[in-house]
């Protein structure tokens, strides 16, 4: 891990591989945040970055209050 501008640790990325926003949550399904807040990310300073971190675990309530997302559709 390396160190940030400040001499602490970096705050890593909570992405866990499963990008997919579920359309009525309008978060992630893997890292619970918004496309926003993805695109953002690189952006943001570490106090920013660990101000998200800290509202990801109230946000899967708000996942399971929205139900599974709809199947995807096909191509073709």
């Given at each position: 891990m390396s160190?940030s501008s400040?001499?602490?640790a ?25 496309g ?29 209050a ?5 199947p995807?559709r096909?191509?073709?």
């Amino acid at each position: 891990m390396s160190a940030s501008s400040e001499g602490g640790a970096a705050i890593e990325s909570p992405c866990v591989n499963i990008c997919v926003i579920h359309p009525g949550a309008g978060l992630c399904v893997g890292c619970l945040r918004t496309g926003d807040e993805i695109a953002r990310w690189g952006a943001m300073s570490p106090q920013a970055r660990r101000a998200l971190m800290a509202a990801l675990p109230a946000r899967a309530a708000l996942l399971d209050a929205a139900g599974p997302p709809p199947p995807p559709r096909s191509r073709g």
